[in-house]
């Protein structure tokens, strides 16, 4: 087995079995085991194995299928539990999100691989979605807004 392949087997098992809040928590659980990592690698082996962030800690892709309802789109799902507000700048759309959620919401906004939406980046409570052009993000918001349902506005200037 490769080490890459080791390192990731074992952050599935670990992430499995215990409640892992944060990259520099799995690191050091990974030192203990002897297996030396950096951030980086950490992150990309985190996005790779669709490694989901909750409001608990980390969870496996599995682990989160597992708790959706079946008739749920993960996206819409994701907005509604976890948007508070979505407002426009621009070509970027921005999303508010209770603390520590954006993270999961971003990765699903990013599976759903909208031909409009260029990319993500979040932070602990907020979501930059980059669009590729700014008459996409009127659109964009609008779609975010119905579906996260109980947002509270944004105002939806260009």
């Known amino acids: 087995m490769t080490s890459r392949t080791h390192r ?4 599935l098992q670990i992430i499995s079995t215990e409640m892992i809040p944060n990259q520099h928590t799995l690191q050091a659980h990974l030192a203990r085991e002897g297996i030396a990592t950096t951030q980086a690698t950490l992150s990309r082996d ?4 669709g490694i989901l962030k909750s409001r608990e800690g980390y969870i496996t892709a ?9 008739n749920e789109p993960a996206l819409e799902r ?5 948007v508070g507000h979505v407002d426009i700048a621009a070509a970027v ?3 508010r999100t209770e603390p520590g959620y954006a993270d999961a919401v971003a990765s699903e906004i990013d599976r759903a691989r909208e031909a409009e939406v260029v ?6 409570d907020t979501i930059f979605v980059a ?3 700014a008459e996409h993000a009127r ?3 609008d779609r975010y807004r119905r579906l996260a349902r109980h947002v509270a506005g944004g105002g939806g200037r260009s």
């Open 46 to 49: 985190l996005r790779e194995l």
């Open 62 to 70: 599995e682990r989160a299928a597992s708790v959706r309802s079946l």
């Open 8 to 11: 990731r087997s074992r952050i």
């Open 93 to 95: 759309v921005v999303l």
């Open 78 to 82: 994701s907005l509604e539990r976890g």
């Open 139 to 141: 659109m964009i918001a």
């Open 119 to 124: 990319g993500t980046i979040a932070g602990d």
């Open 131 to 133: 669009v590729r052009h």
